[in-house]
């Protein structure tokens, strides 16, 4: 078939409204539907990166203006699924050249404070002086050998 002849195949949108089309691991094939991240890319009360593999939005609680928390749009329980923490790393890398300092943090299972089990990353803006501690910041090491 001559290049003139082939038919244009257009990409067909996500039945389900995504900002994308459907892929092999798009999020409705991974979803929890008991997970409040995964609820919230349902309600699409997010912001969408370009591909649409990850998003980011403001937490409940925010500890400094500017405090946003970034997932993939495909329920993956922690920073294990490589996958997933790949497309969420790179829109925190994205997100993070707007500031000159920040913390960047996950966790990875209850005893680490992991409280929601949906892959996610805080990034928090700081600025000298911000008074902001890092849960770990005032601690000594009890066993120093």
């Known amino acids: 078939m001559k290049k003139e002849e082939r038919k244009k195949v257009e990409v067909q949108p996500c039945p389900h409204g995504c900002p994308w089309s459907h892929q092999p691991k798009h999020w409705h094939y991974r979803k929890n539907k008991d997970c409040v991240f995964c ?4 309600d699409r009360s997010v912001t969408f990166s ?3 593999l990850a998003c980011y939005f403001q937490p409940l609680n925010p500890v400094v203006a500017g405090h946003l928390l970034v997932i ?11 996958v997933s923490a790949q497309e969420a790393i790179k829109l925190v890398a994205l997100l993070t050249n707007q500031y000159e300092n920040c913390n960047i943090i996950t966790s990875k299972g209850s005893d680490a404070t992991q409280t929601v089990f949906h892959l996610h990353f805080h990034i928090i803006p700081r600025i000298k ?3 902001l501690k890092l849960p770990w910041t005032d601690q000594i090491l009890k066993d120093k050998k």
């Open 39 to 42: 609820k919230k890319i349902k």
């Open 72 to 82: 993939p749009t495909y329920h993956a329980s922690d920073v294990s699924d490589s």
């Open 129 to 131: 002086g911000d008074g």
């Open 50 to 52: 370009e591909n649409g």
